[in-house]
């Protein structure tokens, strides 16, 4: 199984246009991240995610000329759909997908810059509620949240993540701690211009599941 | 939509043998159920038991003659797999599948059986928390149970329920019961012979998820 930290992100172009194609390639690897987290209870994200890639996939397989970039698909979807427009098509897979992106950026970049529970400094749920609560939380109703707040007692120690991170690869943790460095540079700029892009377009909402 | 009520299971045969071919058609309206309870928190749940479906109509498919009854698939797993089973194949698919078939009978038992939260009497929170105890909880690690206890929020009420029952039909919420109570004769019988099946061919597993 290919390792997702091998799966670099392309540069982004001067311009912040995100080619559909490449995009899709590389986060075809990040479901993968869901099995790090080593327990079947994270599958309905994984499939939640998945569903997403899916979705966008099928949009630009109609017409990879057409919907070449990622903002490309949101400029055509709005003038197709109207006023159904901004929750509908691949425009919501990509808003839903980049709050999960954000999610996994946010915890890998607390897990580098080291941030750790003095209590518990082998485990990560720190890092994963300040992700969550960054990422989703405000886009999950109570009942959401309360599955979360349970769910996150699944998540497995700090040395366990990073050695399932680095899977078939025997590296020391400083060196996988390097290499999500390194995958984490060109990650977060996708993320962020994604986000950009949703802010520039008006094409964010803030409704609850 | 097909109304799964409507699907009656068929009799058992004195011998109690189970037809797959029978067994996996009735099966195939019950993820429905799943969306009668209105909330896509419930959506993984619906996913599993859908996964566990495909998977002994696989193995059916496979050879239709050789499987041609629940019994005769269990046996010849059984020879095939020797001490991997019975926790492979197909045997473990019916052997998940038969409990949510189980939490299914109970919440229409009591429902039927008029069971209520006399201060909630519009809730169906009791119903649904039986239903789990008598069925699953066992077989949940304390993770699960904890996003159960969570997820239970997400029901309908009583008479929403008894509506989505009885779905594109406006019956009264009698009729509705009525259905139920016919519906529950062949259903408890086929899950009950499943059950038995198990355990006499030694085939249950009481291991935790
Ligand atoms: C026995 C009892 C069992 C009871 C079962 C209870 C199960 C509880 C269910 C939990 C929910 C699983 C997560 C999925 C949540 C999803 O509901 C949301 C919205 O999902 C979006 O909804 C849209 C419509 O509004 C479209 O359908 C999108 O689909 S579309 O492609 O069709 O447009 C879809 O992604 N996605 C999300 O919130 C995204 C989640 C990303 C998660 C990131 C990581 C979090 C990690 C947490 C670590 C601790
Ligand atoms: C943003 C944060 C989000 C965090 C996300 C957290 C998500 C939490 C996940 C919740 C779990 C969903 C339910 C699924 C549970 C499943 O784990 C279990 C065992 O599932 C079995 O496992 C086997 C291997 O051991 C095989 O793979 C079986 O598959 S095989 O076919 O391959 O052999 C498979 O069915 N099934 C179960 O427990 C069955 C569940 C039936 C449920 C019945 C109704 C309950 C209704 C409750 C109403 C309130």
């Given at each position: ?72 698909i ?19 897979a990509?808003m ?12 890998l ?27 989703l ?12 707040k ?29 290499k ?30």
């Open positions: 199984m290919a390792l997702f930290l091998d799966q670099q992100f392309a540069p982004l172009p001067d311009t912040n246009e995100i080619a559909t194609k490449t995009f899709l390639e590389s986060v075809s690897h990040l479901p993968h991240f869901f099995d790090c987290l080593g327990s079947k209870v994270f599958a309905p994200i994984k499939a939640d995610i998945n569903g997403n890639i899916t979705k966008i996939k099928a949009v630009y397989d109609s017409d990879p000329v057409k919907y070449e970039t990622l903002q490309q949101l400029l055509i979807e709005k003038s197709i759909y109207g006023s159904e427009w901004p929750k509908v098509g691949a425009t919501l990509l839903w997908l980049k709050r999960g992106l954000r999610f996994i950026q946010i915890l970049q607390s897990l580098v810059d080291d941030e750790r529970d003095e209590d518990n400094p082998d485990l990560i749920r720190i890092n994963i509620t300040k992700a969550y609560e960054q990422a939380k405000r886009y999950h109703g109570w009942i959401v949240q309360k599955v979360f349970a769910a996150q007692y699944a998540a497995p120690c700090r040395s366990d993540f990073l050695k399932a991170l680095s899977k078939d690869q025997e590296v020391a943790e400083e060196e996988c701690l390097t999500v460095r390194q995958f984490l540079i060109n990650f977060t700029a996708t993320v962020d211009a994604v986000y950009e892009m949703y802010s520039v377009m008006n094409a964010e909402l803030d409704y609850l599941v």
